[in-house]
């Protein structure tokens, strides 16, 4: 059974940093590509960022420069680092995973930033 967990979110202020985490089972984590998403209340699921199996990332424009993507294949995890975080990167957080057999998303976290 595929499961994508993630962790780290929580309430800073404007500037500030969080890390997030997600980690996968039941999947050949290794050899697929993992993404982040978000979504806003009121808005759509929008993308973050997305990384391969190899290590090759893509950001979006409103976060290039401030997050990291990372993945450890030893561990089956995938990291986020939200640095200078604004209030406009509130929301909840998914992790995403594109496998062969289909594609699979976390429950979210939530990240609120406060002006």
């Known amino acids: 059974q595929v499961q994508l967990v993630e962790s780290g979110g929580g309430s800073v202020q404007a500037g500030g940093s969080l890390r997030l985490s997600c980690a996968a089972s039941?999947?050949?984590?290794?050899?697929?590509?993992m993404a982040w998403y978000r979504q806003a209340p009121g808005n759509q699921r929008e993308f973050v960022g997305s990384?391969?199996?190899?290590?090759?990332?893509v950001y979006t424009d409103s976060v290039k420069g401030r997050f990291t993507i990372s993945r450890d294949n030893a561990k089956n995890t995938m990291s986020l680092q939200m640095n200078s975080l604004k209030p406009e990167d509130t929301g909840v957080y998914y992790c995403?995973?594109?496998?062969?057999?289909?594609?699979?998303w976390g429950q979210g976290t939530q990240v609120t930033v406060s002006s």
């Open positions: 990384i391969t199996s190899v290590g090759r990332v």
């Open positions: 995403y995973e594109g496998a062969y057999s289909g594609s699979y």
């Open positions: 039941g999947t050949t984590f290794e050899i697929n590509a």
